[in-house]
């Protein structure tokens, strides 16, 4: 059975700093791409960062030079790193999965908000 356990988050101030991390026990199944997601109230989905097992990483354009993804070396624990934080940072942050069948899974969600 696949668990994503995701840690870090919480309130802090605009021009701060928050790491979140997401665990995947993946059982035998192959990860193909790790990635973060937001959604704020009101606002669909959307992909804030995402890293291939090759390592190729992709960013929205609003946290481009902000953000950072990158796994722990020899885990499939994917992490981000958020400096610099806005006010539209705030949302509810996803860890998704998909393995290598096409198969995706999500975690249970970390809140994020910034204050002015």
């Known amino acids: 059975q696949v668990q994503l356990v995701e840690s870090g988050g919480g309130l802090v101030e605009a021009g701060r700093s928050l790491r979140l991390s997401c665990a995947a026990s993946?059982?035998?199944?192959?990860?193909?791409?790790m990635a973060w997601y937001r959604q704020a109230p009101g606002n669909e989905r959307t992909l804030v960062a995402r890293i291939t097992r090759s390592g190729a990483m992709k960013y929205a354009d609003a946290v481009k030079g902000r953000f950072i993804i990158f796994k722990e070396a020899g885990t499939n624990t994917v992490v981000l790193s958020m400096n610099n934080l806005k006010p539209e940072d705030s949302a509810v942050y996803y860890c998704?999965?998909?393995?290598?069948?096409?198969?995706?899974?999500w975690g249970q969600g970390t809140q994020v908000t910034v204050s002015l």
């Open positions: 998704h999965v998909q393995d290598v069948v096409g198969d995706n899974y």
């Open positions: 993946m059982g035998s199944r192959v990860i193909n791409y």
